[in-house]
């Protein structure tokens, strides 16, 4: 339940009670699902307050844990920690190694036809484009992510792919 909440206070972008929330959890008597929905929204959060080396310690901890309770580390929570990995490595200046990151899991989604997992890559990989300077590249990602949000009928973070990939103007009417 804890896991829930800070997963669900962190999407408000309040951090600092995420982490407050989650501090001194029982690991050890909690299922192996809620430790990687709590390093999920730990992820997320630690690069807001400054901590992101933590953060990417934090996701190959949970990604080597994922993989040793098999099944529960679905290829959804997986492209999430990806995700929240490369925004962290942004948040660190290692633009190489977010773009990475975010193209690897974008592949891999894409290969699989995992469409809600090229969404949430695409918009990762939008956002490194926009740090990286290529706006135009960012642009075309961010269309091609929230296409892929409409198509898995994921609309709640169909907000962050378009509020990135305004409609062009018409240049002849300037609408």
């Not at 909440?5 to 699902?33: C, F, K, N, W, Y």
């Not at 933590?54 to 290829?75: K, N, P, W």
């Not at 926009?130 to 994921?154: C, I, K, M, N, P």
């Amino acid at each position: 339940i804890r896991a829930t909440r800070a997963t669900l206070i962190g999407q408000s972008g309040r951090h600092r009670e995420v982490l407050e929330l989650l501090a001194g959890r029982p690991d050890e008597v909690v299922s192996g699902r809620a430790r990687l929905q709590a390093a999920l929204a730990e992820a997320f959060a630690l690069p807001g307050v400054g901590r992101g080396e933590e953060a990417v310690a934090r996701i190959d901890e949970a990604m080597s844990a994922g993989s040793q309770i098999g099944q529960q580390l679905t290829l959804f929570r997986a492209g999430l920690l990806q995700s929240a990995k490369a925004m962290a490595l942004v948040a660190l200046g290692r633009l190489a190694e977010a773009a990475e990151a975010a193209r690897t899991g974008l592949e891999v989604a894409v290969a699989t036809g995992n469409r809600a997992a090229e969404g949430f890559f695409g918009a990762t990989l939008g956002w490194v484009q926009l740090h990286q300077g290529l706006l135009v590249s960012a642009q075309r990602t961010y269309r091609e992510s929230a296409t892929a949000f409409r198509a898995s009928s994921h609309h709640g973070p169909l907000r962050w792919a378009l509020a990135c990939c305004p409609r062009p103007r018409s240049h002849a009417t300037g609408k």
